[in-house]
């Protein structure tokens, strides 16, 4: 089946500094979503995307939907010690009706 | 809006117990979703639902039912528990199949 590639497993970032993460697959995805999960929460969406080339942002995140349709990207800008958590990618198939996930990239910042 | 509410938020269950996982949606929306989720994983889906009196498997359904009576509830059953059972489990709803809303999860520890 579809698989999502997430990278980096996991940052270690001092405030203030900006951040990249991304999810790729060999598959074409219609849709991508990113989600945060905080400790002992569920996770929370923080941006959907649905065109290729789509670039959407929500306060500091800002995230693209890959031209090729088959990865996306998550940037944090200037980080602060609430952005700690896991950040999933998510992604809609093709040809497919239920969400594939990535493994996570587990964020630490330190002040 | 309550959102994605579940119950218990944590449960100790010995080995061929069985119990049901709660969870209700307040949003009208017809996709409901229950995942596992394993320690530095990502979720796993287990069953999901596009509508009242409709289910149907996901990835890993084996050890587990459901049911969808009403649009806002989807209750989770195990009905003998086994030790690979422990896990969280977050119920997730959509107004679609793209965009899903999570709830804060059960702790299910199985021993």
């Not at chain 1, 497993?9 to 995805?29: K, W």
């Not at chain 1, 992604?91 to 587990?106: D, H, M, S």
């Not at chain 2, 596009?50 to 195990?78: M, W």
Request: aromatic content about 12%.
């Amino acid at each position: 089946g579809q698989q999502l590639n997430q990278s980096p497993q996991s940052m270690f970032i001092q405030e203030g500094e900006d951040v990249s993460m991304n999810c790729t697959s060999s598959s074409i995805f219609n849709t991508w979503l990113w989600y945060k999960q905080d400790p002992g929460e569920g996770p929370v969406l923080l941006i959907a995307l649905y065109k290729a080339g789509e670039l959407t942002s929500n306060g500091r995140l800002t995230a693209q939907f890959g031209i090729t349709r088959k990865d996306s990207f998550l940037n944090i800008s200037a980080s602060i010690p609430s952005d700690v958590g896991i950040y999933f990618c998510a992604g809609l198939p093709e040809y497919g009706n239920k969400l594939v996930f990535g493994a996570g990239t587990i964020l630490r910042v330190k002040s | 809006n309550a959102g994605v509410t579940q119950t218990p938020k944590f449960r100790i269950l010995k080995i061929g117990q069985s119990m049901t996982l709660q969870c209700a949606q307040d949003m009208n929306h017809n996709y409901m979703y229950w995942y596992r989720q394993d320690p530095g994983m990502g979720l796993k889906l287990i069953y999901y639902s596009v509508g009242a009196g409709i289910t149907d498997k996901g990835e890993v359904p084996n050890g587990y039912n459901v049911s969808r009576s009403t649009t806002e509830d989807f209750p989770l059953r195990l009905e003998l528990a086994a030790p690979s059972q422990t896990s969280v489990y977050f119920c997730a709803s959509s107004p679609y199949s793209a965009a899903q809303y999570f709830g804060p999860g059960t702790r299910l520890l199985v021993l």
